[in-house]
């Protein structure tokens, strides 16, 4: 609870401030936010990705590290570790902290390849090319 403390997570689990107490899905679309920003907090099950636009934060990694997309395709990223991570880079992927279990969702709307990694672990990278 102390490192939750610090970032300024409530005990019972919600941002503050927000007006849907941390519960949903963090979405943004080319950088603009549908919605209040919130994220998911419901645990995910390890291994439970099965769709083809999933990215899981695992291990300190982002697996598949490359995903190829087609333009317009939502793009959902579950951290599964226990540890914080962000989804944050080019083209307005900017993930807030997510928690094990968060996830947060990027509609690519554009062609072109995004990088992107992780601002809390900078050795962590991946990748999205979109058609």
Sequence with gaps: MAAAAAAGISSAGA???GEHGGFGR???EQGNFRG???VAMAPAAPGARTAANQVAIAGFAFSPSTLTVSK?????????????HTVTGSGGLNSPTLWGGDSY???????????????IHPFMHGTVVVK
Excluded at 72 to 84: F, K, M, Q
Excluded at 105 to 119: R, V
């Design 15 to 17: 941002w503050p401030g």
């Design 26 to 28: 963090y979405s943004a």
């Design 36 to 38: 209040a920003a919130t």
């Design 72 to 84: 317009g395709t939502t793009v959902t990223w579950t951290n599964e570790d226990r540890a914080p």
């Design 105 to 119: 969702t990027f509609t690519f709307k554009t062609a072109g390849t995004f990088s992107y990694g992780c601002d």
